[in-house]
């Protein structure tokens, strides 16, 4: 079995693919003070209730944008699994040109995503990854990766309103019946649901202007699936779009 590791800023997300198909998915919140052993102990306990030993993973990508993590995963990885995995950095191959002015410095999860969205989608395609920030990974149509924009994420703003205020409380995200709040929480929803929404559609259309055509927008990250019900603005929905980039990118390297 392959086992494809997204370590986010807010969660670690596992994918495990038998063959192409990618079968469990788990998330694990980030957090960069535990020790090898500590995730190790999530992770086979999870494993273990889909009735998946230690031996059956026997090769495991990853990709990081919490650089700290990278060595405690890569140690539980050689510790508990005997792998040394993949990890998507300089010098891996992934097939795609980016066309940045320094393209060092694009995180490993927007290259992961660009290979997959285009492999899945063609081009020109735009990836709108909400989590803890909102990229837009924008795919020409020959497959290159050209740039994009960076804004905080719905659940930041969220945070930044309850911490940076005396009076707003930390809200759920869930659809507003209307756009006029009648009363705090109500209010506050309206504005994170309706306004992330209004800047994706903002944003994608600025994008768009600048490409000259159309492009497949595809929604992914911790909260695509909540946002893409506010808009029609998507034309896929993919969660898992970085687990089967990670997929392919070991593929490709092997």
């Known amino acids: 079995m392959f086992l494809a590791i997204d370590i986010g800023n807010t969660n670690v997300t596992l994918g495990i693919f038998e063959g192409d198909k990618l079968r469990y998915t788990w998330r694990l919140e980030t957090n960069i003070h535990k020790m090898p052993d ?39 990885l050689n510790n508990y699994y005997k792998i040394n995995p993949l990890v998507v950095g300089p010098g891996i191959k992934t097939g795609i040109r980016v066309r940045m002015d320094n393209p060092k410095e694009v995180g490993a999860d927007r290259i992961v995503n660009t290979v997959a ?24 149509k020959e497959g290159d990766f050209i740039g994009g924009a960076i804004a905080p994420g719905p659940m930041t703003a969220a945070e930044a309103l309850f911490l940076r205020t005396a009076a707003l409380p930390r809200i759920q995200f869930t659809h507003p019946q209307k756009a006029i709040g009648t009363n705090t929480i109500t209010a506050m929803q309206s504005g994170i649901m309706f306004g992330y929404a209004g800047l994706v559609e903002g944003v994608v259309a600025h994008i768009e202007k600048e490409l000259g055509e159309k492009a ?24 898992d779009i970085t687990l089967i980039g990670l997929s392919m990118i070991y593929q490709m390297n092997k």
């Open 117 to 140: 969205g285009y492999r899945l989608y063609g081009g020109p395609t735009i990836i709108v990854d909400l989590g803890t920030a909102t990229t837009f990974d924008t795919i020409s």
């Open 216 to 239: 497949s927008v595809v929604a992914t990250g911790g909260y695509g699936e909540i946002f893409a019900k506010e808009t029609n603005i998507f034309k896929f929905v993919n969660p």
């Open 38 to 76: 500590e995730y190790a102990t999530t992770m086979i306990s999870l494993f273990q209730l889909r009735k998946i030993a230690v031996s059956d993973i026997t090769e495991v990508a990853m990709c990081s944008t919490v650089p700290p993590l990278v060595p405690i995963f890569i140690e539980l």
